[in-house]
């Protein structure tokens, strides 16, 4: 009868171990990392009511009711538009996080905000946008 010598049991776990710490340094190695080398800043202005283009006025109006984001060009300048929709009532407002170019993209970053508690607001519906007017860019927009 041959005889067969017997594996020990438990004697795995250095191995189990390398796997994973490797397993762990090749989830790191393919993190994105914070992007802040690449990011370009771009400047812009928030548009007032009164000097929206009339087109993007009535491209507005039939938009507002929903959450809706959008561009538009006109004489040389590229228009960012953010609506959040119909609200309830008045004191909501949106405001820019950051606006940055990154990777061939225009990235907008926005943050909607609703009225402070306590704070006295209209009890008429309210549809908040904001629009934003950069110079015109040939590169894709991405509303983060």
Do not use: H
Request: proline share 5%; charged share 30%.
């Amino acid at each position: 009868m041959k005889k067969y010598p017997m594996k020990r049991k438990g004697t795995r776990w250095p191995e189990v171990l390398l796997f994973c710490l490797l397993f762990v340094f090749l989830l790191a190695g393919c993190g994105k990392g914070n992007g802040s080398a690449d990011k370009e800043k771009l400047d812009f202005t928030v548009v007032e009511e009164a000097e929206i283009p009339e087109e993007l006025k009535s491209i507005i109006e039939e938009k507002k009711e929903a959450e809706f984001k959008l561009t538009y060009t006109c004489d040389g300048a590229l228009y960012l538009v953010v609506g959040i929709g119909k609200q309830a009532t008045g004191g909501y407002s949106i405001s820019v996080k950051d606006l940055y170019l990154q990777d061939g993209s225009v990235c907008l970053e926005t943050e909607s905000m609703g009225p402070s508690q306590g704070e006295d607001v209209s009890k008429t519906p309210s549809f908040p946008y904001i629009v934003l007017k950069l110079q015109y860019r040939e590169e894709p927009v991405v509303f983060l």
